[in-house]
């Protein structure tokens, strides 16, 4: 999540949106991080997950980072089984989400995790 918001943070405000939907032994998170920044040039797109692109490079460039924050977000996403897809308007802000299914950890009574 953070490096998603991280992100975002280089915009104007935006919303954070999760959805969950539980079964009995998973739970399917849905989260999506929307901005009201710039945008992303359409030139740009298919470049954001690639490591250390940025879509301005010049030295007078208005947001820092180093480009590789989508990049490691979409590969612990896909570490955990999910995947991640944006849709982003030039001019209007970025909408990023990401899903990924949780298998539910067992649940042990107190005793049981104050055993040896």
Same mark, same amino acid.
């Given at each position: 999540?953070?490096?998603?918001?991280?992100? +975002?943070?280089?915009?104007?405000?935006?919303?954070?949106?999760?959805? #969950?939907?539980?079964?009995?032994?998973?739970?399917?998170?849905?989260?999506?991080?929307?901005?009201?920044?710039?945008?992303?040039? /359409?030139? +740009?797109?298919?470049?954001?997950?690639?490591?250390?692109?940025?879509?301005?490079?010049?030295?007078?460039?208005?947001?820092? *980072?180093?480009?590789?924050?989508?990049?490691?977000?979409?590969?612990?996403?896909? /570490?955990?089984?999910?995947?991640?897809?944006?849709?982003?308007?030039?001019? #209007? *802000?970025?909408?990023?989400?990401?899903?990924? #299914?949780?298998?539910? +950890?067992?649940?042990?009574?107190?005793?049981?995790?104050?055993?040896?």
């Amino acid at each position: 999540f953070k490096l998603l918001l991280s992100n +975002a943070e280089h915009s104007q405000p935006g919303t954070l949106e999760n959805c #969950v939907n539980d079964t009995s032994d998973t739970v399917h998170l849905i989260v999506s991080v929307e901005d009201t920044g710039i945008g992303i040039p /359409l030139s +740009a797109q298919k470049h954001v997950f690639v490591p250390f692109v940025q879509v301005d490079s010049s030295t007078s460039r208005k947001y820092g *980072g180093t480009g590789i924050g989508l990049s490691i977000s979409r590969c612990l996403v896909e /570490l955990m089984g999910g995947q991640i897809d944006f849709v982003s308007r030039p001019g #209007v *802000g970025s909408t990023f989400t990401f899903n990924i #299914v949780l298998k539910k +950890a067992d649940t042990r009574s107190q005793e049981d995790l104050n055993q040896p």
